[in-house]
Structures are given as C-alpha cells and as structure tokens.
T-cell receptor, first 113, second 116 residues
C-alpha cells in the first residue's frame, strides 16, 4: 500500500469554528509532514513528526495544532483561523532518514470565511 | 542555507516532443538529494525521480530522466515523448538537514502545458 489518505477533501469553516484535518498512511513510514500551499506557490512546510515526536515547527501560529496519535495517523487541529489561512493542506510521509522520498496525500482544500 | 531555483514559470510544448525543465540549486552540504515532483490540477504531489549527490549515473524512471551536472549545480528534468497528461506544475526539491532533522526545500515550480 503506497497511499496516503487525507480527509476531508474540502472544508469550509468560519473563523470561530474548530475543525480537524486527518492524514493516514500504512507504508510503515516513521516521518510525517504537514504542508500549506497557496495557489501558484510551492508547498510550505509547517510541521514534521519523526517517530511520533514533533521535530520541526516552522514558526506556525498556534491556531494550528498538530497531533500524531500513532505512527500511521497525523491530525491538524484548526481553531480561530483567518481568511488568509485558506489554502491546500498537504500531508506527506517518508522514512525519517535516507533518501527522504516523500509520498503525498491528495490534500484538503480549506476555505475560511 | 539551501536554495532551489526554477527560472521557467511556464512552458508550452507540442505533444510527442521532448521537454527539459530547468533546476539549479545551492548548498554547502557534501551530501544531498534532489527530487522532482509533478502536481496536476487535482493537487496531489506525485514523486517522479530522485538523484543523490554521490550517484555516479544520471537517474532515469521511464520517460523521465534527470540531467545532473554537479559542478554546475543543476538538476534538469527531461521528459521524453511528452503526452497531454504531462500538463501539470513541476517542482524541483532538495533534501536539507536542519540540526539533524531532514526536510525538503521546493523551488517555485514550472507550469508545463502540452499542446495537441
């Protein structure tokens, strides 16, 4: 199984809502990533989990809260977002060392009203 | 600091022709890896090809090959016999290490359009 799944595919939320994005992989990878991608821009790294521990936080605002409950799952909890947070959120996984070839999920298109 | 540069914002290529997408990089690390990803309009990032800095031969994966010129710090992607399905955004990326934590740095991308 070489697939990374993400749910939901689309999400519309108000600025006072709390929602979560979910990512799952069954490739035995021990590193998982959250990226944010605005239109016509490259993905921007947000968080990296290595062996279920947060290893990189790229100075992301606290309204984004990541969670890695186990080696297969990665969540991104959203609270009090701003309209400028509207973007495509991509999850990826890889082995934590070596080639670092990352496998990406299809993404969640988030719209904040 | 690592940097990836893609100087072609957009390219139009006739179907069945070969196409070269440019990528240059800058790093002081002796060991690094270079990747190419394809992103169709659906949004998913699809891994295409990998080149390690110590690899003696240029990487190839089907219709994709990587023209790796280490001294010039370039890693151009060559797509042979282009197809309509190759129309997408293409990103060059480099593996970098930050206090032992490895991550990818992406270039700004090239939008490739294949013309029938």
């Amino acid at each position: 199984d070489t697939e990374v799944t993400q749910t939901p595919k689309h999400l519309v939320m108000g600025m006072t809502n709390k929602k979560s994005l979910k990512c799952e992989q069954h490739m035995g990878h021990r590193a998982m990533y959250w990226y944010k991608q605005k239109a016509k821009k490259p993905p921007e790294l947000m968080f990296v989990y290595s062996y279920e521990k947060l290893s990189i936080n790229e100075s992301v605002p606290s309204r984004f809260s990541p969670e890695c409950p186990n080696s297969s799952l990665l969540n991104l909890h959203l609270h009090a977002l701003q309209p400028e947070d509207s973007a495509l959120y991509l999850c990826a996984s890889s082995q934590p060392q070596g080639r670092l070839e990352q496998f990406f999920g299809p993404g969640t298109r988030l719209t904040v009203l | 600091a690592q940097k990836i540069t893609q100087t072609q914002p957009g390219m139009f290529v006739q179907e069945k022709e070969a196409v070269t997408l440019d990528c240059t990089y800058d790093t002081s690390d002796p060991s690094y890896g270079l990747f190419w990803y394809k992103q169709p309009s659906s949004g998913e990032m699809i891994f295409l090809i990998y080149q390690g800095s110590y690899d003696q031969q240029n990487a190839t994966e089907g219709r994709y090959s990587l023209n790796f010129q280490k001294a010039r710090k370039s890693a151009n992607l060559v797509i042979s016999a282009s197809q309509l399905g190759d129309s997408a955004m293409y990103f060059c990326a480099m593996r970098s290490s930050n206090f032992g934590n490895e991550k990818l740095t992406f270039g700004t991308g090239t939008r490739l359009t294949i013309i029938p």
